[in-house]
C-alpha cells in the first residue's frame, strides 16, 4: 500500500511537472526557456477552447483605475521576487506567459488587478515564500478557457476591444463562461517589436462550445 501510495505521487509530480514545460512546444512563446503549456479542445476561426491544468504562479493586486498603472508597479514586485526577494533568496527564472486578471469596471471606476508570473517547473511544488507581503503564491485550479489571440501591444482600449469581440462570439453561439471577470495573457517582451503575441481569455462555465453560429 505504501508502494501504491509511493508510486501515485510520483505519478501526481510527473503530471504537474509536465503542464509547464519547454517553450519549443509552443510556436509563439519565444522568449523563455519555459512556458505555460495547455491541450487544444477545438477552435473556431474567432477562438480556441484550451483546457489548462492547475498549475502556480506568483501574484499580486493592485487597485486603481487602469492596466497602464497597474502593470509597471505589479511587474517590478513580482520581478523583485523572481530576482530574489523570497525567503530563499532564489533567483527564478522568467517564463511565459505574464497574466492580467481585469476586475470587469466601468471606465472612470478603480478594480483590481491581479498580475502574474508563472512558477517554472522545479519551483511548482514548492515555490520559495515572498518576502514582500503584496506578493504571494496562487494556485489555479485545472480550467477550460475560451481564448482569443491578437498582436501588437497589450493596452486599455485593445484589451476591451478584444474582450468585447470574444464575448460577442461567445455570445453568438450561447457559449456560457464567467462574464464579470477575463484575464490578458501577454508573451512578450515590451522591447520586442515584431511577431508579439497576446491572448484574451473568458473561463468557460460548462461544457466548452465551438460550433459556429
Ligand atoms: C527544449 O527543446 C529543444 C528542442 O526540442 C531543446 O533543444 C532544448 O534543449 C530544450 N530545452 C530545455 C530547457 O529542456
Ligand atoms: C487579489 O484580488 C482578488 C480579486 O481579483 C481577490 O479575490 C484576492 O483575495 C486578492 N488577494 C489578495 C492577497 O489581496
Redesign the pocket.
Known sequence: MIYLTGLLGFLLVLTAEARVG????IDFCTET??CLLFDLICETDKYEVRHYDSVKWVSTNITTFAMEFAAPVAFSRLFKYISGENEDGKKIQMTSPVVVKMSEKKFWERGVFTMSFLLPTEHQMNPPKPTNTDVYINETPEMNVYVLSFGGWMSTMSNKKKSDELSAALDSVNAKYKADVYCVAGYNSPMTMFKRHNEVWYMVEGDPVCHRS
Do not use: A, F, K, L
Open positions: 519547454n517553450s519549443s512546444q526557456e519555459q
